[in-house]
């Protein structure tokens, strides 16, 4: 009997497309080598699924802005620092005098605010479900140490919206490794109605090279199927993380939400409740996305239109040590992948 990698290696029946939509699949792919094993008819296409990557350049502009106010301080990851707006980076504004100061969690950022309170700290809350339960524990504990002075700039995405979309607009694709880390919050349930609807499986899976295999096995054989089937339920629950959940849910709400390359999308976000506004340093309204060199294809490239290699900036004007667009920045982004891994 053949292994379920001597059958991916050994396929030669009708092409299938395969996305994923989760930055942490496409670095492991490309970092396994799988993606480079697989035969022609197989045909793996990355997805918007780096949080960074679909962030629209209004909302980098207010950041940028917002760091050189006085006594405001923006905290960001550090993958987000090098992505430009219409009118630079974060990096750039931290050159022009913004205080600017990179942290590796949310929470990092109450420290901070304590140790100068007459400072407003903004962090730049972008992300997917995954991060949206820290963004509200940063949040009730700034309130249980009575930190005032502690904001958030809000560019926060639903995954399931954006897949619906990607079905909608593109068309094509034959099955979704659904996002893993995403999943462990939402559980199994919001995707179902998703591969019913549009009859394509999408299997869960995680992030080793043997849990990717089974995980591309099972796309290709239940090619035609809408089910939903959880290849890593050792960390997803069902009903993933209720708690989490719970707590997203007592600051945020469901809201329209601009996307690099698909404007806006209805209930693709999440934002502050009316009744935490005094938390939100002016998330509203940023839906512009202009101002990129004229030649990035950034955008084809997040919906899988095109592959990296298409994009006539890639490897040339464009490369991880000179990024034109946020997909060859931040690590997690389709194009940095590519160009590291030669994918």
């Known amino acids: 009997m053949l292994s379920r990698k001597d059958f991916l290696t050994g396929y030669d029946g009708p092409p299938v497309r395969l996305m994923e939509v989760c930055g942490t699949h496409t670095a492991a792919i490309s970092h396994s080598g799988i993606a480079g094993m697989l035969p022609p008819a197989i045909r793996l296409i990355s997805g918007p699924g780096c949080p960074v990557c679909v962030t629209v350049t209004s909302y980098l502009d207010r950041l940028a802005a917002l760091s050189l106010e006085p006594n405001h301080v923006v905290v960001s990851f550090g993958d987000l620092l090098r992505v430009k707006g219409s009118d630079g980076s974060l990096q750039d504004a931290k050159a022009r005098g913004g205080q600017v100061r990179m942290v590796y969690s949310p929470m990092d950022m109450l420290p901070l605010a304590a140790a100068e309170p007459h400072k407003t700290f903004v962090f730049a809350a972008v992300g997917f479900e995954t991060t949206e339960p820290v963004y509200a524990l940063l949040l009730s504990e700034a309130l249980r140490l009575g930190l005032r002075n502690v904001r958030l700039l809000t560019s926060l995405k639903t995954m399931p919206a954006v897949i619906d979309w990607v079905c909608t607009h593109q068309g094509g694709i034959d099955g979704f490794l659904a996002p893993g880390h995403v999943s462990v919050i939402t559980g199994v349930a919001p995707f179902v109605p998703l591969a019913e609807r549009y009859g394509i499986p999408f299997v869960i899976a995680g992030f080793e090279p043997p849990q990717l295999i089974d995980a591309l096995y099972a796309l290709v054989k239940l090619r035609g199927r809408g089910v939903v089937k959880n290849l890593y339920p050792s960390v997803v629950a069902e009903r993933g993380n209720e708690t ?100």
């Open 244 to 343: 989490a959940r719970q707590l997203v849910s007592r600051f945020f709400e469901p809201c329209d939400a601009a996307w690099r390359g698909m404007g806006v999308l209805p209930e693709s976000g999440m934002r502050l409740r009316a009744e935490w506004g005094a938390f939100d340093a002016g998330s509203a309204e940023l839906t512009e996305d202009g101002g990129l060199h004229p030649g990035c294809r950034c955008a084809s490239v997040l919906v899988g239109e095109i592959t990296p290699s298409a994009c006539p900036l890639y490897g040339t004007a464009c490369t991880p040590q000179s990024p034109q667009g946020a997909c060859m920045v931040s690590q997690e982004g389709s194009c940095y992948q590519y160009y590291s891994n030669k994918r």
